[in-house]
């Protein structure tokens, strides 16, 4: 932000905006939202008490990020409330009935993941495909003296099956064909001018392919999609990588399809229950496992920063909100 967020009363002496913050946004963001306006944090471990009733009526401005979201208890109480500030992009976490209903703005921060999230999904399937992160440890555990690493799986000539071709799932698409690997994907319609070939059924594009990368939306309609039948029907020889969300997986079934050699390994970013991860997966060699971290860069954290503080500015201004979230529809 080319500004530091202004006190709406001017230099008169009043008091700056209180602002609340719901979830651990990214320091350096709160860091600079403190220097104009009182920032009260309350969410679980945030080391702070939760604010007084009066207090937390005071609150002109709820902030959050798009995994913690905000509900219609959230706003609840706050008779001053204005605006709702998401770090990052909603997953369907966001109660925009309730704001609507309230006449509260909601913004949230542009998306610009798509390349980010698109290489740790490619280093998954490098990873899983051509066993990197075993090896690794095969080497660190002083093992290669012993005798030769076990051959791991050629990309080329492959098929990568993509699970949504949105944004991710298109920049996906041209990593993997820059690695001579076909092309398959699976969506609820068809687009034009999409990369690779439609399969409408999704047991069909998990027959197909030779790694199977999830980067489809969260929804209630994708939750648990990815079941015991379609990781059987990738089968032994087969590999899934997951960069959208723990539950599309059926993580019980696919810790099952691993012990039991029914499918080939996985690459995860995500998981059911985050930052608790089932410790049977953290045991099995034909595992990678990585925090969710697609958007973790200090390129996508200063991007996300400066729309958050544009928006919070200008509304405190009384100019013009940008990155506002069109709640017409709900």
């Not at 209903?101 to 999904?121: C, K, L, M, Q, Y």
Request: glycine residues 10%.
């Amino acid at each position: 932000m080319s500004a530091p967020v202004p006190d709406p009363a001017g230099d008169a002496g009043r008091a700056a905006p209180e602002v609340l913050a719901i979830a651990p946004i990214y320091p350096p963001a709160l860091e600079a939202l403190a220097r104009r306006c009182t920032v009260l944090r309350d969410w679980p471990g945030c080391g702070e008490p939760a604010p007084d009733g009066d207090r937390a009526r005071r609150v002109r401005a709820l902030v959050t990020t798009g995994v913690r979201g905000f509900t219609a208890g959230d706003l609840r109480d706050r008779p001053l409330l204005e605006i709702v500030a998401c770090f990052g992009q909603s997953h369907g976490t966001l109660d925009l009935t309730a704001a609507r209903a309230r006449g509260i703005v909601v913004t949230n921060t542009p998306d610009w993941t798509e390349s980010a999230v698109a290489d740790v999904a490619l280093g998954l399937l490098l990873g899983t495909m051509r066993r990197l992160a075993e090896a690794d440890r095969f080497v660190r555990a002083g093992r290669w003296e012993a005798g030769p690493f076990p051959l791991s799986t050629d990309l080329r000539g492959k098929t990568c099956g993509i699970v949504g071709m949105g944004a991710i799932g298109r920049a996906i698409a041209r990593r993997a064909a820059a690695f001579d690997m076909r092309i398959a994907w699976h969506g609820p319609r068809d687009k034009p001018d999409t990369p690779g070939v439609w399969r409408p059924r999704l047991i069909e594009l998990a027959r197909e392919s030779d790694c199977m990368v999830i980067a489809c939306a969260s929804t209630p309609q994708t939750r648990g999609m990815v079941d015991a039948r379609v990781q059987d029907a990738l089968g032994p020889g087969g590999f899934l990588v997951n960069v959208s969300r723990g539950a599309i997986v059926d993580e019980a079934a696919l810790i099952a399809a691993l012990a039991e050699g029914r499918l080939g390994g996985a690459g995860l970013e995500v998981f059911a229950d985050e930052p608790r991860v089932p410790p049977a997966l953290r045991a099995m060699d034909q595992v990678m496992l990585v925090p969710h971290l697609g958007s973790s860069t200090r390129e996508i954290r200063a991007r996300r920063q400066a729309c958050w503080l544009d928006s919070l500015q200008a509304h405190f201004d009384g100019q013009p909100v940008p990155h506002r979230v069109d709640l017409t529809g709900y």
